[in-house]
C-alpha cells in the first residue's frame, strides 16, 4: 500500500530539487513525509532538501517525551544520504564534552555551531542519530530519514532566524557528549544486504538486488519499503518508484528489481 506523500515548506527548503523529485513553483521543500498507515503508527518515513542550515536541536527519548506530556516515544532519527553537494556537512555531537551551563551560553551567543562536530558526507552514508543527540543539518543535502514518529523538537540555536527556540527544554534532554561515529556511522555496501543501524527502537536495512532467505525470515512481519533505484511490486500489483514509499504486510510481499537498491524498516516491537 503507497503511503500517502505530503509535501512540507520550511525557510531553509529547496525549489529544485534531486530526481525524481519536483518541487511546486514558488515552494521551498524541505520535507516530504509520507504518513504513516494504522498499522504502523509509531514509524515515519521522509525525505529532506536543505538548501540553508537547519536549527542546531536535539530531541527528547520516550520516558522524557512521557514526564514532560509531550508524547509517548520521544525521536530518535536514522539519516540515509541519496545526495551531497561538494562541501556539504551534518554537524553531530560535539568536540569536547559539554555542560548544561557551558551549552546555554554557547547557544545564546552562537558560539555553539562551533563547538560541535560536523563531517562530510557523501551519497550512501549513514548516520544514527539517538534521542538527546545535539545535530544540526547544512545546506546541500539530500535525505531519507526514518524516525519514531513523534514531532517534538527543541531548538537551541537558529541562525537568528525568527522562529520560537527551545533552550530551556532542550538543554534538559541534550548530550553534551562527543558522537560516538564507530557505533552509529556507517556506510551502504555497494554490493549485498546490510543492517545500517543498531540499538535503536527500529530495525533499518539496505536490500541490494533480491532479498536472500536470512532477510525474508527476519523481515516476516509488517514493514515500510523505501526504493531507491528501481521499481517494486508489493502484492503482486502495486508498483512502487523511487521517490515514493510503501507498506507491505511482509518482505515475502514485495518483487525487488534484480539491480534495484532499496531500504527496508520496521519498529522493534515487530522483532524483539
Not at 17 to 36: H, K, N, S, T, Y
Not at 39 to 49: Q, R, S, T
Not at 93 to 117: H, Y
Request: net charge negative; aromatic share 8%.
Amino acid at each position: 500500500m503507497l503511503l500517502e506523500p505530503k509535501v512540507i515548506e520550511k525557510v531553509w527548503g529547496r525549489d529544485v530539487l534531486p530526481a525524481p523529485f519536483v518541487a511546486p513553483d514558488g515552494v521551498r521543500v524541505g520535507e516530504i513525509w509520507f504518513d504513516p498507515t494504522p498499522d504502523m503508527p509509531d514509524l515515519m518515513v521522509k525525505y529532506l532538501f536543505t538548501g540553508e542550515k537547519l536549527s542546531v536541536q536535539c530531541h527528547p527519548d520516550a520516558a522524557q517525551a512521557l514526564a514532560s506530556g509531550l508524547g509517548r516515544t520521544g525521536k530518535a532519527e536514522c539519516w540515509v544520504v541519496v545526495d551531497a553537494a561538494p562541501g556539504a556537512t551534518l554537524g553531530i555531537g560535539f568536540d569536547a564534552p559539554l555542560n548544561a551551563d557551558a551549552m546555554r551560553a554557547a547557544a545564546l551567543d552562537g558560539s555553539i555551531e562551533d563547538l560541535m562536530t560536523w563531517h562530510t558526507p557523501t551519497a550512501g552514508d549513514v548516520f544514527y542519530i539517538p534521542a538527546g543527540t545535539v545535530h544540526a543539518i547544512g545546506p546541500g543535502l539530500a535525505i531519507v530519514e526514518v524516525q519514531q514518529n513523534e514531532d517534538i523538537t527543541f531548538r537551541l540555536y537558529d541562525y537568528g532566524r525568527d522562529r520560537q527556540l527551545h533552550l530551556d527544554e532542550g538543554l534538559k534532554v541534550a548530550k553534551g557528549e562527543v558522537y560516538n561515529l564507530a557505533a552509529h556511522r556507517t556506510t551502504v555496501p555497494a554490493s549485498g544486504h546490510a543492517s545500517l543501524v543498531e540499538d535503536a527502537p527500529f530495525r533499518l536495512d539496505f536490500v541490494n538486488g533480491i532479498p536472500d532467505d536470512a532477510l525474508l525470515y527476519s523481515y516476516a512481519e509488517p514493514l515500510l519499503v523505501v526504493p531507491l533505484s528501481g521499481e517494486l511490486v508489493i502484492s503482486g500489483d502495486e508498483v512502487v518508484r523511487p521517490g515514493e514509499c510503501a507498506y507491505a504486510t511482509d518482505l515475502a510481499s514485495v518483487v525487488f528489481a534484480p539491480e534495484g537498491k532499496a531500504l527496508v524498516t520496521s519498529p522493534k516491537s515487530y522483532t524483539s
